[in-house]
């Protein structure tokens, strides 16, 4: 290994080698050193926006599929050995016919097509290199020498050593073929099934520790040209899927074990390095990312603690709100939280462990290698491809529709103001007609005017209706009462005005906030207008009720029965306000005659 550091370095400093002779020699410098350090280089290959200079993006990408090859008559001893060992049977025995040359090379093994003699099958044989568990040995203990200093040196408080053990382990279980099988066969289960995804069968039976054999997929390597954004998306659709719905995610989504198929689908082809999320995680990863989207900072910092971000002790969670805002901040171009940058978020959050006491689970190194090589496949073809753009619709319908207490509690914080228990009716909007995030509105008049659609109303029905809308009932119901009430004391300020007096003033006046926004929500809700006009001038007409259109849809009895108990409940709420406001006029008039 020396002879390479060396041979490295004096490529690096002698100013008299050209550009591509120093990228072609740092490629082959990595492909030689050990696997570590090629599934380096495969990651910042697919990270456009770190290595900025295109020639050398394009070097490090061959070491995806171009990884330096090792002998094909060694590769076929190792398969003949395998065989001999475990079946006592020849190759001929298994492949009716085998091709001597391999169709790729990877940094752990080489792959030979060929077809299966007892069905005709066309597959794929992934032969593992000769020695690569000792050689990843060396890698990962030179890895933890170098954890340990820079630790030390940069008096970082995440746990280095333990994020390189973590990769460790899962990179001695992709030197398992046999783990590699079932890992393939389990994914298929959980994913082969979704639209636009293809997962390849594999020969469990046929398998070894050394020798992988599974379906051979015809396609095409990204990028994609015109279809590489519909491609995308399904990647990171499929991602979103394992990661925060099945727990079963793959750790190693390079454009090298993507294909795009004939028929347009993309097939995984590797699942050496796999992870698992447990359920809990992935709640809290979910109410994290609600809270993002509506930056709530101070509640992201309670779902640090649950992840393991913060000690469970911590208690200065004020300290740590601008520090977060910040970061979160910094990472959103001109302050759209649509922009946000995954990348430069995760360097944030990184960057904050100097200034605070996070330490980064290794868990969380490895999902973060995951998004950050799929969002690096996206900006290369895609430069304003954002993976919360992709996110936020997934997130909002786990949250509208999963009955998880946890997803549900995350639910109320993002749609409940937590001082006044009221129905925040913009973010509700943005949840259930899918918007792009808003920032929170401070005048109410102005949700009001963005809440009403056609789209919303029947959504916002339903949803209240439904067992996951229950806990905003009691919010709603409020909202109602106080908009009738004001109704109701306009009307009566309104007569007492066109009255000179006959009609006495209410005790209490109306909002005549409440009453604008009111027209205002009476205009998107009725195809004519239904204009109100405090104190002076109360006009009102309406021909086409969409709201009463949408209600008479409504068929379950079990919906029928909760809007009954509501309109019972809002009846209810109105008779005590005007009960308790008549004894109170009473009072007055008592107190006002005896004085």
Partial sequence: MDAFVFHLFSILFIKSYSKTTII?????????????????????SNRPDLIKDSDLLEGLKSLQDQVLKFDDNQALEILQNEIKSHWNKQISDIFSELEENAVASAS?????????????????????????????????????????????????????????????MKLFDELNYVKEARNCARFKQLYGELDGVYVPDVYQNL????????????????????????????????????????????????????LRTDDGRLAYLDFGMMGEL?????YEIIASIAHLINREYSLLVTDFIKLGFLPDDFGDTEMLVPILQ???????????LSKLSFS????????????????????????IRSLVILEGIALSSDPNFK?????????????????????????????????????????????????KPKLPKKEISQSAQNALSNEFLSKAITFFLSANGRFLRDALILDLVDTIDNVGLGTVEYLH???????????????????????????????????????????????????????????????????????????????????????????????????
């Fill in 326 to 336: 910040d970061a979160f901040q910094s990472a959103t171009p001109d302050g759209k």
């Fill in 108 to 168: 752990l093994g080489q792959v030979y097509r060929g077809v299966l003699r007892e069905n005709g099958k066309l597959v794929a044989i992934k032969i593992q290199r000769p020695d690569i568990s000792l050689d990843a040995s060396i890698d990962l203990m030179i890895l933890r020498v170098l954890a340990v200093g820079i630790k030390k040196q940069l008096k970082l408080r995440s746990d280095l050593v333990a994020i390189i053990d973590e990769f460790g």
């Fill in 387 to 435: 993976i919360i753009d992709q996110a936020y619709p997934y997130v909002t319908n786990r949250l509208l529709n999963d009955q998880s207490p946890e997803l549900l509690e995350a639910l109320k914080d993002v749609i409940l103001d937590r001082n006044s228990g009221r129905i925040r009716w913009s973010r509700l909007e943005s949840l259930l007609i899918d918007e």
């Fill in 24 to 44: 072609n020699s740092l490629t082959t410098v990595l492909a030689k050193i050990g696997p570590t350090f090629v599934k380096v280089g495969q990651l910042l």
């Fill in 278 to 282: 447990e359920q809990q995680k992935r």
């Fill in 344 to 367: 430069a978020l995760s360097r944030n959050i990184s960057g904050i462990a100097r200034k605070a006491p996070i330490r980064l689970p290794p868990y969380y190194s490895l999902i």
């Fill in 497 to 595: 005005n066109q009255s000179f007096g006959l009609i006495p003033e209410p005790i209490d006046h109306a909002d005549t906030r409440s009453l604008k926004n009111l027209q205002t929500v009476l205009k998107n809700a009725f195809t004519t207008g239904f204009q109100i006009q405090p104190r002076r001038q109360t006009r009102a007409r309406f021909q086409d009720n969409r709201a009463l259109k949408i209600l008479s849809q409504i068929g379950s009895t079990p919906q029928r029965e909760e809007l009954t108990m509501a309109a019972w409940r809002v009846i209810g709420e109105l008779s005590d306000r005007n009960s308790k406001r008549f004894w109170r006029l009473v009072r007055y008039r008592v107190l006002k005659k005896s004085a």
């Fill in 207 to 258: 398998t070894t520790k050394k020798i992988l054999v599974m379906e051979f997929v015809n396609g095409t390597k990204a990028p994609w040209g015109d279809d590489s954004v519909r491609m995308t998306k399904i990647g990171v659709e499929c991602s979103l899927k394992q990661l925060l719905e099945g727990g079963f995610y793959n750790l190693d989504p390079h454009s090298g074990n993507l």
